[in-house]
């Protein structure tokens, strides 16, 4: 009854209102009287020629071509990004390229049509004030993500290190600038202005590109990792002082002039530390919890950030020093720092800095440099570039005790440009100090410095080898019963701690066990890494804590996850590695239905590979790549933990299929030691009932710990028999066996422990 009142409330209502709004319309239409030629225009149209007039004028309106032009640039620079990262390049020289490529370099060159629809000139200055506050969120993520302490820890080091690679390559850019000032600079503009920008474009380190290539290449951690993270925080903070020192000195147009926009600038900074940011501090101290960011405190800050970028634009030292300076004196608050960075860090990022790189891109006009002579030239910056960085960064370090391999090492990462050094070229395209001729040069420098850092690292590992790696004491031990266990989530990690510890459990003072967990190191920043390694293992020592199992946690960002693996478990003297295999693995794969982990959707490439014979039907060669390296490689036993519910250990089930299975006793053995489990096992083939030797063995278990072994000879296994085992112990050439043989009995399997002896 209630349904047909609503119904009927419903009908008349817009009935009502539609008969009302139709007699307005009809009435209204008299009022047309006087305004007929507008009338007869329209009526000369007709009505898909005024629908195409309409589409046109939305398609090309300045909001429809500003989101087509941002879709477009976030598509092709993360795919740009994409390919550079399976080169083993850093994502930004990517999305450089990508901007290159979407510019008149490239698309403009051959697809002019194209081009001048998605990018035309009047939607170039949207473009460009999006990409500065994307900037400019991205200056004061930069700024909060430096770490002052560790200034204080080797500022003496850093200081001289780090003023070396910016002196070095200054002078020579003055040199440069000599060269080719009458040849290439802009008229109008003086040779102090070109001068000091030639120089400071030369001496640019890029701190976020050399934090990331530090944390890929495993140095986060190490002397000099600390050292290289520190030199470019000093070089950070000297360049954008010098920087905004320069642009003073451009827009006044000498260094006397200039002097009261640097003493501006002075007090600015003065008015920062000394008033602002003890304010930010109390805020911070108050406020540094996730539900205590609300909306009217996070605006504060970022008033402070807006504020801050207006007052060094003002001042006539641009707005992105304002926005770095705010972000260094946010509060030091670690949790705070990491709730904020990780507010702002996405859209600044992922939404808004690659619209920065494609407007460089478009800028770039790679085809101005169509003569031999202007090649030479570029080729000249970015020998002036590479020589001054990179010699005056490795003398430094080896003035300040560093050896040779270090001291190139720190050349190499020093000589990183990447984003900083677009940054500071746009703002001298900007001022009118580099010619597009120049700017183009600039950025291609800009691309082979950052390019090269990966292989120049490489060729200095290849002709100064570095020590193997060296795990702490408490890690390799002797004497004891160790056990590797290295975990992808902190759940499947607590299982598999549990796991390890039902075969220690009743000695673990003669045991160890390590938990080890890796992070690609392109999810973490230098900031948040100490945050992701507690947060990571606080389960798992939970877990140890309730089981009252003294661990060892080893963790690092990795750039090849399976070989850090494999190269901890083969120096650290184990006796067993543990690594988890999760269900996501098996799902929706063919072999998962007989697992028993069954889904609506078979994997369309492991159908693919059946159906065109890369893979058997029915393969244990389901392991990812990784798994199987790690299999492959590592020198110790193995266990590969396929979980599916393990709460408790207790029922154990073991399958022998060869002679060669027999090692799994040893680990029978263990488990009904320590864990009192009772292991059944299961004579598959009948070769035990031929060896009279294993069959004593088991006899020898029995007696020692009597109904906590028996010996089935029966082929064929039960659903419910199954379903009352904890966990299935197999061998990894019996678990290949039981998969080739179709067994049945695998779809109805408890949790799976295979162990590669």
């Known amino acids: 009854m209630k349904n047909i ?3 009927l409330f419903y009908t008349l209502t817009i009935g009502l209102f539609s008969g009302l709004m139709y007699v307005i319309i009809v009435q209204g239409e008299e009022l047309e009287i006087g305004k007929v030629t507008i009338k007869k225009a329209a009526e000369t149209t007709s009505s898909w020629q ?7 004028q939305n398609i090309t309106s300045p909001l429809a071509i500003l989101l087509l032009q941002i879709i477009t640039i976030i598509v092709v620079a993360r ?29 403009g060159m051959y697809y002019p049509e194209f081009s001048g629809f998605l990018f035309p000139l009047k939607s170039l200055g949207n473009l460009q004030f999006l990409s500065q506050i994307g900037l400019i969120l991205f200056m004061f993520v930069i700024g909060m993500e430096l770490d002052l302490k560790i200034l204080k820890n080797k500022a003496q080091e850093a200081v001289v290190v780090s003023h070396a690679s910016i002196i070095f390559p200054f002078a020579l850019g003055i040199g440069l600038a000599f060269v080719i000032y009458k040849q290439f600079a802009p008229t109008e503009v003086n040779f102090l202005s070109f001068a000091l920008f030639t120089g400071i474009a030369l001496s640019i380190t890029a701190f976020p590109v050399l934090a990331r290539i530090v944390q890929e290449r495993g140095l986060s951690k190490t002397k000099l990792g600390t050292l290289a993270i520190t030199c470019a925080a000093t070089d950070d903070i000297t360049a954008w002082c010098l920087l905004a020192a320069v642009i003073a000195i451009v827009k006044a147009g000498s260094v006397v002039s200039s002097v009261y926009t640097i003493l501006m600038a002075g007090s600015y900074v003065l008015v920062m530390l000394k008033v602002v940011q003890p304010f930010l501090k109390k805020l911070g101290d108050v406020y540094s919890y996730k539900e ?17 970028s207006y007052a060094t634009e003002v001042i006539g030292i641009h707005a992105l020093f304002g926005a770095f300076m705010a972000g260094v004196i946010m509060p030091a608050n670690q949790n705070f720092r990491n709730i904020f960075i990780e507010k702002v860090e996405d859209v600044a990022l992922v939404l808004l800095l690659p619209l920065f790189f494609v407007f460089t891109g478009l800028r770039t006009q790679i085809g101005l440099l169509n003569d031999p002579y202007l090649w030479q030239i570029t080729g000249l910056i970015i020998a002036a570039a590479v020589i001054g960085k990179f010699a005056g960064s490795t003398i430094a370090a080896r003035f300040v005790g560093q050896d040779w391999r270090d001291s190139l090492v720190l050349g190499a990462l020093m000589n990183t440009r990447g984003l900083m050094e677009l940054v500071v070229l746009n703002i001298g395209y900007d001022l009118g100090v580099l010619t597009p001729e120049i700017f183009a040069m600039m950025v291609i420098m800009a691309l082979v410095t950052t390019c090269m850092t990966g292989p120049a690292l490489d060729l200095v590992n290849r002709y100064f080898p570095e020590k193997n790696i060296e795990l702490p004491d408490s890690v390799v031990q002797t004497g004891k019963y160790t056990i590797l266990v290295s975990f992808g989530s902190p759940q499947s990690g607590r299982s598999m701690l549990r796991l390890a510890h039902s075969f220690i459990r009743k000695a673990p003072s003669n045991a160890s066990i390590t938990a080890l967990h890796l992070s690609p190191s392109n999810d973490l920043n230098q900031f948040n890494s100490d945050e992701y390694e507690q947060e990571s293992f606080e389960p798992i020592r939970q877990e140890a804590q309730q089981l009252k199992l003294p661990l060892i946690t080893l963790f690092k960002p990795s750039q090849d996850i399976d070989r850090d693996i494999i190269e901890t478990a083969n120096l650290g003297n184990f006796d067993l590695l543990l690594v988890g295999i999760g269900r996501n693995v098996f799902e929706g794969t063919i072999l998962g239905k007989v697992l028993g982990f069954t889904t609506k959707i078979i994997s369309p490439e492991r159908l693919y590979d059946t159906i065109t014979g890369k ?12 798994t199987k390296h ?20 207790e029922n154990i089930f073991i399958p022998i299929f060869s002679l060669s299975d027999s090692f799994l006793l040893v680990f029978a053995q263990k488990l009904i030691h320590h864990s009192d ?3 059944i096992i299961l004579d598959a083939t009948g070769v035990i009932r031929q060896n009279p030797e294993l069959k004593e063995t088991i006899s020898a278990i029995e007696q020692i710990a009597p109904n906590h072994i028996a010996l089935y000879h029966d082929k064929k296994i039960e ?8 966990l299935m112990l197999i061998s990894l050439d019996s678990w290949k066996k039981a998969v080739e043989t179709h067994s049945l009995w695998l779809s109805h399997s408890p949790s799976v422990l295979m162990i590669r002896s």
């Open 292 to 308: 205590g960011l609300t909306k009217p405190v996070v605006a504060i800050f970022f008033i402070t950030l807006l504020v801050s």
């Open 5 to 7: 009142r609503n119904l």
């Open 79 to 107: 795919a740009f990004g994409y390919l550079c990262k399976k080169i083993k390049q850093p994502t930004v020289i990517g999305e450089i390229a990508a901007g290159i490529f979407l510019g008149p370099s490239f698309i």
């Open 50 to 56: 005024q629908f195409i007039e309409t589409y046109q």
């Open 615 to 626: 893979e058997k039907f029915f393969d244990y060669s389901v392991f990812d790549d990784r």
């Open 677 to 679: 489990a009772r292991v």
């Open 630 to 649: 790690i299999i492959k490689s590592v020198k110790v036993p193995v266990g590969i933990l396929v979980e599916k519910n393990l709460t408790k250990i």
């Open 719 to 726: 659903k419910e028999f199954l379903e009352q085992q904890d």
